[in-house]
């Protein structure tokens, strides 16, 4: 096991919030607590998505060599989000890490991704997230 590579699930409200899970459940339970019924689900080509009949699902398919797809035409992806954020997952990760420690470097990737904010400017979302109140200067 400590060579293999754990599964990472991950999920992205369009517009909001980063959630990655290091799991080896199924996903289905994992969505149906997160997702609210009816919403649109956008994915990759991996047949457990089609057996969520409580959403609606559109897919882009890495067979034919497709990662995202702008269906309006406005420059923006609408289907799949995820495949950009499986990409800088992958780049922050590239040394390679333990096992026991993965949760908590996908914790902070995943605090980082939606504080929206990088360098300097983390420090005021770090320090409301650590202490119950910021201290005010004397």
Known sequence: ????????????????????????????????AS??????INTDEYAIYGRLPEFGHKTVHHGRGEYARDEDGDGFCEVNTM??????????????????KLPYYLALFEFVHNAR???KALLSPLLAALLPTTPKPD
């Open 35 to 40: 997702v609210a019924r009816g919403s649109l």
């Open 83 to 100: 495949e950009g954020i499986w990409s800088l997952l992958r780049s922050w990760l590239h040394r390679g890490i333990s096992q026991e």
């Open 1 to 32: 096991m400590e060579k293999e590579k754990p599964p990472i699930f991950g999920m992205v409200e369009r517009g909001g919030a980063l959630h990655l899970l290091v799991r080896q459940v199924t996903i289905k339970p994992l969505i149906l």
């Open 117 to 119: 904010c990088r360098g």
